[in-house]
């Protein structure tokens, strides 16, 4: 049979057999038709009897229902092995829509060409296969050049039927130029716009958030003598409540009544939910009012609407009395307003109110699905109650659902953020054993924890896992690898993972090679992250000035000030503003190149041009004025930072404190800067203290010392029995003693500082 004898000749390459460890993932996969056996063809095909044609339709409605193209395929071979058999024109278009769902397009256009050589005629709607097929692989430009220039091998006409088919495919697809351009081609082939064409392109311009020029649409349409419609004017509605402007929307369904065109449900519906999304409950309560006593019956989406609007409004109360009215009135609530009020109720952490309106559901014989356990499952991580979202999930399992990789996606993070990531895993091997496919979103859960724990070979594994089963990988996914290798200072391993990106064609972006830069500058191999910076202008990016910082900050770190001033030259001839981040860290290698004087100029520069110096800019020189013994300037320039610049941290309190005690200046100076600390809720740390202590009690101020530990342990997170063991020192004058206890207490409370 000839449709037999091609498909089975059709030349096509042969997949490679998937890797055995695990099947492809499915959002990845590219399914190729397989072969058909070719009966011998017969001239001229028996005329179809009535239980020919009943198997006809039969054949039909089981390629309908097929949703594998492969399986279709299959269907229609088997079909084909029959002498009595010659598909018939639903059948050709049944198999066209299946094989456009697998992107066989060569394939498709030889089985029109046989259509055709069968006598059967064929329409348009196989061209909106075309259509769909091409825009669902987003070929759009495949789709306007079969349009333009390949509609004689369908037979068929150019009309406006066609176009407004291809017109749109390109608003579903955003395509604005494309449909611009299609738009105009149409006019300068004479086909004349319809209703529905106009209806397209406002629907576009809408979608691309240009409403008023959608409305100027309305002139061009009666200079076609097209009249605006329902959808016409609701679809203009909707656009401006997108944009948040329900008085627009109000205007035009004011000139849809004066132009004697009647609103519909879904008019009402539209601008309720306008009303509900800017917050106007009550305004929307009374246009809905207004409209039943103008005799509007509302319907199970207006409800809806109302009830999302409420939720969304922190409303939840009026929603659940909505869903009262809704039974008076003979509406059951659906799916969509159970998990509509349950979400809401979970959002506000009230899990047992949620918990009784499932209940409530599951009475009123409203099946539960998936996405209203998932939002219960949410809500329960959210608070931390793991155990019992896991028991939800199991129950989801025992009602004979499925859980799905949104709930495993939720829990696999819940887990990993409470630290345990081996349940995670073991919770990531369940899922693949449960027949539920991991995505990308999984993958980047779990490499992103393993990387944050520096447990990198098992999250090379993920990495080659997700590459051998066909997983989307992301730049996201090997941003997260490289930046957790290059933490743990494996530079060279971090380079091969760069390397890989290329080879698999995953586009590399700024993070990308600022976290490698950083990386080889941290490893001293500041040749190779210039070359890099290079590769990077080379791929079409910019540096910016995280780039420039990790070089600034390697030859800060070298003391070497010279190159760290060509490479702040360079930014500037560059056109970078020089932000506080490398403003800080010049500051910091002046300070520790000894250049204390030039570091504090470039403070006030700071200051001259409007930045608002951090405190990762006044530690270094506040630290090195108090190593150079200058303690005035240095107290100084810690007030100055207190009035003009960011609050001072923890590290600035502490550098503070110790430049005073070890300073010489007088003591009870540092006492009350200690009491000044502690209330900002700042903890010394003992090695400063001490030296407070021993300095209080070698002039005979006791009372002194007891007061600052009181002040400490008010603060401080230590134990009842601790507290009164130094007490008890106190009260005994055993100091010294007292300070042992205490020290080891705030020493474990308040790790030792370093500046880096």
Not at 134 to 163: K, P, S
Not at 479 to 495: S, W
Not at 607 to 627: C, D, E, H, M, W
Request: proline share 5%.
């Amino acid at each position: 049979m000839a449709v037999a004898s091609y498909l089975a000749s059709y030349p096509r390459a042969s997949p490679p057999p998937p890797p055995p460890a695990a099947a492809p993932c499915p959002c990845s996969r590219h399914v190729a038709p397989p072969a058909l056996r070719a009966p011998p063809r017969r001239p001229h095909p028996a005329p179809l009897r009535a239980s020919v044609a009943s198997d006809q339709e039969r054949l039909v409605a089981a390629l309908r229902e097929q949703a594998d193209p492969e399986a279709a395929l299959r269907l229609l071979n088997s079909a084909l092995a029959r002498d009595d058999f010659a598909p018939s024109r639903p059948v050709y278009e049944e198999i066209i829509r299946k094989l456009g769902a697998a992107g066989a397009f060569d394939l498709m256009k030889g089985l029109v060409g046989e259509m055709r050589r069968e006598g059967h005629e064929v329409k348009a709607g196989v061209v909106q296969s075309f259509l769909e097929s091409y825009a669902r692989l987003r070929r759009f430009d495949d789709a306007v050049d079969l349009v333009l220039n390949q509609l004689d091998l369908f037979g068929v006409q150019a009309n406006t039927v066609v176009y407004n088919h291809l017109l749109n495919v390109l608003a579903e697809g955003s395509k604005m130029k494309l449909l611009e351009s299609v738009y105009s081609e149409m006019s300068r082939r004479g086909i004349q716009p319809d209703v529905v064409t106009f209806n397209t392109l406002i629907k576009a311009l809408c979608r691309a958030h240009q409403v008023r020029t959608a409305v100027l649409m309305l002139e061009e349409m009666s200079s076609h003598g097209a009249a605006p419609d329902e959808t016409t004017f609701t679809t203009l509605m909707q656009g401006f409540v997108e944009e948040g402007s329900i008085e627009a929307a109000l205007r035009v369904k004011t000139r849809m009544l004066e132009m004697g065109c009647s609103p519909t449900r879904v008019t009402v519906n539209v601008l309720i939910n306008g009303y509900c999304k800017l917050g106007r409950v009550e305004d929307a309560l009374g246009y809905i009012q207004q409209e039943i006593a103008d005799g509007f019956e509302p319907d199970q989406v207006t409800y809806n609407t109302f009830v999302s609007g409420l939720c969304q409004n922190g409303h939840v109360g009026h929603a659940l009395k909505v869903m009262d009215l809704m039974l008076q009135e003979g509406h059951d609530p659906d799916a969509f307003t159970y998990n509509t009020v349950i979400n809401c109720l979970s959002k506000d952490g009230e899990l047992e109110e949620a918990r009784g309106i499932l209940n409530q559901m599951v009475d009123r014989g409203c099946l539960p699905d998936t996405t209203t356990f998932n939002t219960l499952i949410v809500a329960l991580c959210t608070q931390n109650r793991l155990e019992e979202a896991l028991d939800l999930a199991r129950e989801i399992t025992l009602k004979g659902l499925s859980p799905d990789v949104y709930t495993f996606n939720i829990l696999i993070n819940a887990l990993c953020k409470v630290g345990d990531p081996h349940l995670g895993l073991r919770l990531f091997e369940e899922m693949k054993s449960s027949g539920c496919t991991p995505d990308e979103v999984t993958y980047n859960i779990l490499i992103d924890h393993l990387c944050s724990l520096g447990k990198l070979g098992k999250a090379l594994d993920l990495l080659k896992e997700m590459e051998s089963t066909g997983c989307p990988r992301s730049t996201v996914t090997y941003n997260t690898v490289i930046y957790g290798l290059c933490k743990k200072m494996r530079i060279e391993d971090a380079e091969e993972v760069f390397d890989q990106m290329d080879l698999h064609g995953i586009s590399r972006n700024a993070v990308t090679f600022n976290t490698l830069i950083d990386g080889l500058c941290k490893a001293q191999r500041i040749d190779d992250a210039t070359e890099l910076i290079e590769q990077m202008v080379n791929e079409g990016l910019r540096p910016d000035n995280i780039t420039y910082n990790s070089i600034l900050t390697h030859y800060c770190k070298q003391g070497n000030i010279k190159k760290a001033a060509d490479i702040l030259q360079t930014m500037t001839a560059n056109g970078f503003e020089v932000d506080v981040v490398t403003y800080g860290t010049l500051i910091n290698g002046l300070c520790k190149a000894g250049r204390t004087q030039v570091a504090l100029k470039l403070l006030r520069g700071m200051r001259i041009k409007g930045l608002k110096p951090t405190p990762k800019a006044y530690n270094p020189v506040i630290q090195s004025l108090f190593r150079r013994n200058n303690l005035r300037d240095a107290l100084n320039l810690f007030r100055e930072m207190t009035e003009v610049g960011e609050p001072p941290d923890a590290l600035t309190y502490k550098i503070v404190f110790r430049g005073l005690c070890r300073g010489g200046g007088p003591i009870k100076e540092a006492f009350d800067f200690l009491v000044e600390m502690v209330d900002k809720g700042f903890l010394p740390e003992f090695s400063s203290f001490r030296m407070l202590a021993e300095g209080l009690l070698n002039l005979g101020m006791d009372d002194y010392l007891i007061s600052a530990i009181e002040l400490v342990i008010e603060k401080a997170n230590f134990g009842e029995s601790d507290v009164s063991a130094i007490r008890g020192y106190l009260r005994i004058r055993k100091f010294y003693d007292a300070l042992a206890t205490f020290g080891r207490l705030l020493e474990i409370n308040n790790p030792q500082w370093t500046y880096r």
